[in-house]
């Protein structure tokens, strides 16, 4: 059984299936933050869409995190450091990408144990 958060007409914001739970690339609401704020918001957004499918950050097996210049990486992991729990960090690939929408500076996708 398969079992959608937030399921929409284009997609869903979390899948969960098979103790799985995949989320979507989460992305900032508030363009006008620097890279740290902007990272802060799109992990609360993962804290909110993992706590709907019984999960949490400490179960993250596998983050992506895309960003629009790769000369933010150090202030984007200004924010993950402050936010992954000592001893439970997942397996992490950051990249350079051009984003869907020029004003956001990060996306991140996780998959997590349910």
């Known amino acids: ?3 959608r958060i937030e ?3 284009r997609m869903s914001e979390a899948s ?3 103790g799985i739970v995949y989320l979507a690339g989460q992305v900032p609401e508030d363009t006008r933050n620097d890279i740290e ?7 609360a957004a993962i804290d909110d869409l993992l706590a709907q499918a019984g999960s949490d950050k400490t179960r993250i097996l596998r983050a992506q995190i895309f960003l629009a ?3 933010d990486f150090a202030g984007m992991n200004r924010a993950w450091d402050a936010w992954v729990v000592p001893g ?5 690939a950051t990249v350079q990408a051009r984003l869907a929408d020029p004003e956001w500076k990060v996306e991140i996708v996780v998959t997590a144990a349910a």
Do not use: E
């Open 1 to 3: 059984m398969i079992k």
């Open 7 to 9: 399921a929409g007409p």
């Open 16 to 18: 969960i299936h098979g």
């Open 37 to 43: 704020g902007q990272t802060r918001q799109v992990l």
């Open 69 to 71: 210049d790769i000369d």
């Open 88 to 92: 439970n960090a997942p397996a992490r």
